[in-house]
């Protein structure tokens, strides 16, 4: 079978439709759903046994800056009005 160029036009069109609307999905995405997608995708890395290897205080480190990053977050949210 082959693709005429309106067939393969409404293909690529179909295809930028579904790219637009994953993007206003990661738009809308809130930090925690951020947070959680990117915990998960860890998760599954270090269990596949794809993650780097780094020194413990390298580890430390990373954990530190994480620590401090979700702290500002959380500050963030406290002083937001419901």
């Not at 780097?52 to 530190?64: G, V």
């Not at 401090?68 to 949210?77: F, K």
Request: net charge negative; aromatic share 4%; hydrophobic share 40%.
């Amino acid at each position: 079978m082959s693709l005429d160029r309106e067939m393969l036009q409404a293909y690529q069109r179909r295809w930028q439709d579904v790219a637009e609307v994953e993007e206003a999905e990661r738009r809308q995405a809130s930090i925690t759903q951020r947070w959680q997608k990117m915990n998960s995708l860890l998760r599954m890395a270090a269990a596949l046994g794809l993650l780097s290897t780094t020194s413990k205080e390298e580890s430390e480190l990373i954990d530190h800056r994480w620590n401090r990053l979700r702290a500002i977050h959380l500050a963030e949210q406290q002083e937001q009005p419901s």
